[in-house]
């Protein structure tokens, strides 16, 4: 598939394609589990062995990517294996679809049976949703830089290759203030926007939150102008499963915190069997 299809176009994985096939996967490997759960090989996909087997070759996948010269990815052999970039390749696909098909058979097989179920369901629903966001809503997760100018409307943002696209609303630029460290380098700039929900306020660390999963950062501006600068150039993120991501850290954070107090009681309680022994 990989050879003839070449990489995952993102239009082919963005919504609602991303959202049906991960149905799909876990509906499909729910119903195995329940009609053939004693084959061995849904046992295999079940166990940890598979765990094992799935999280290196996510491991090997993303090493890839970053030990790859570009000078060897570019290389017609690389290209057709899709290792100019191979977390968008067929092969690094499987290897997520493996992983998080391993994870979701443990949570449906042991999450009414293990022992701490609530420590247990933390903690693999955590890393499931995590991975699931990360993989599957990547597809969702678009950037566009804007030149706002003062004075000037603008409604049109330019991907990473250049490519510009309509924002559907437009962006005037009204005062843009820079402070300097005493050896001339910026200490902070902030810039004053007019858009359809008023003037807005964005500095590096405060974006202008647009919506739900609408964020405008302020990015760069014109360094030779200095805080005569003309213009600023703003950064668009649209990322609608960034709480997705959020909600797997806090649970993974949850069941490390029980982790920490079970582990804690259990010592407290040997200790004290062992005092209570003559």
């Known amino acids: 598939m990989q050879c003839f299809l070449g990489n995952i176009t993102p239009a082919w994985?963005?919504?609602?394609?991303?959202?049906?096939?991960?149905?799909?996967?876990?509906?499909?490997?729910?119903?195995?589990?329940?009609?053939?759960?004693?084959?061995?090989?849904?046992?295999?996909?079940?166990?940890?062995?598979?765990?094992?087997?799935?999280?290196?070759?996510?491991?090997?996948?993303?090493?890839?990517?970053?030990?790859?010269?570009?000078?060897?990815?570019?290389?017609?052999?690389?290209?057709?294996?899709?290792?100019?970039?191979?977390?968008?390749?067929?092969?690094?696909?499987?290897?997520?679809?493996?992983?998080v098909g391993n994870l979701w058979l443990v949570i449906v097989r042991r999450s009414t049976k293990a022992p701490h179920a609530w420590r247990f369901a933390l903690n693999h629903i955590g890393v499931l949703l995590t991975i699931v966001s990360l993989f599957f809503g990547a597809a969702d997760t678009h950037k566009w830089r804007i030149v706002a100018q003062q004075g000037i409307p603008t409604d049109m943002g330019y991907d990473a290759a250049g490519t510009p696209h309509g924002l559907g609303?437009?962006?005037?630029?009204?005062?843009?203030?820079?402070?300097?460290?005493?050896?001339?380098?910026?200490?902070?700039?902030?810039?004053?926007?007019?858009?359809?929900?008023?003037?807005?306020?964005?500095?590096?660390?405060?974006?202008?939150?647009?919506?739900?999963?609408?964020?405008?950062?302020?990015?760069?501006?014109?360094?030779?102008?200095?805080?005569?600068?003309?213009?600023?150039?703003?950064?668009?993120?649209v990322q609608p499963w960034k709480y997705v991501t959020w909600c797997g850290i806090v649970m993974m954070i949850g069941g490390a915190l029980l982790l920490f107090f079970d582990g804690s009681k259990h010592k407290s309680v040997a200790k004290i069997k062992s005092n209570d022994q003559p």
């Open 13 to 99: 994985w963005a919504f609602p394609m991303n959202v049906a096939v991960l149905l799909v996967l876990l509906v499909g490997l729910t119903i195995v589990w329940r009609e053939a759960g004693q084959r061995w090989f849904v046992q295999f996909l079940a166990s940890g062995k598979c765990s094992v087997v799935a999280l290196m070759l996510v491991t090997g996948g993303c090493l890839i990517k970053g030990f790859v010269p570009p000078a060897a990815a570019s290389s017609a052999v690389c290209v057709r294996l899709g290792l100019h970039d191979f977390t968008s390749s067929w092969i690094f696909a499987f290897c997520i679809v493996l992983l």
């Open 169 to 237: 609303y437009e962006i005037i630029l009204d005062t843009f203030v820079v402070s300097f460290f005493d050896n001339g380098t910026p200490a902070a700039f902030y810039a004053d926007i007019s858009t359809e929900q008023g003037t807005q306020r964005v500095s590096v660390n405060q974006p202008w939150h647009r919506s739900w999963c609408e964020d405008v950062h302020l990015n760069s501006y014109d360094t030779q102008a200095g805080a005569a600068s003309q213009f600023c150039v703003l950064e668009r993120v």
